[in-house]
């Protein structure tokens, strides 16, 4: 069993910068790739970040890249999602998440991933 626990949202104006932390229960963090997903009002959730389990590799979708950093420390078993140059579409319901699979891989959909953590919201004013 794995229990995901996100922080750091808030309400921030355009440009601004916020770091969103995930901590993970279980010994199991450090050998599977890990997520960032989005979720805005009357929207479907979508994919973020994803960094492989020993964050060799990241992929982020196309509108955060170059923005958004994703990062893990696996002797702390937390995932980090550095979040600049903020931008009012970036709000959402921000989820962390776990994927099901090993090694250097990091899986943009959904049902890729078996654990979520509970959300924390981010706001951005315009």
């Known amino acids: 069993q794995v229990q995901l626990v996100e922080s750091g949202g808030g309400l921030v104006q355009a440009g601004g910068s916020l770091r969103l932390s995930c901590a993970a229960s279980g010994r199991t963090f450090s050998s599977y790739a890990m997520g960032w997903f989005r979720q805005a009002p009357g929207k479907e959730r979508e994919f973020v970040a994803a960094i492989s389990w020993n964050g060799g590799i990241t992929y982020y979708t196309y509108s955060v890249k170059g923005r958004f950093t994703i990062s893990r420390d696996n002797a702390k078993n937390t995932l980090y999602l550095q979040m600049d140059s903020l931008k009012p579409e970036d709000t959402a319901l921000y989820y962390c998440?776990?994927?099901?699979?090993?090694?250097?891989?990091?899986?943009?959909?959904?049902?890729?991933?078996?654990?979520w953590g509970q959300g924390t919201q981010v706001t951005v004013s315009s």
């Open positions: 998440a776990k994927s099901r699979v090993t090694g250097a891989t990091t899986p943009t959909e959904t049902y890729a991933y078996d654990y």
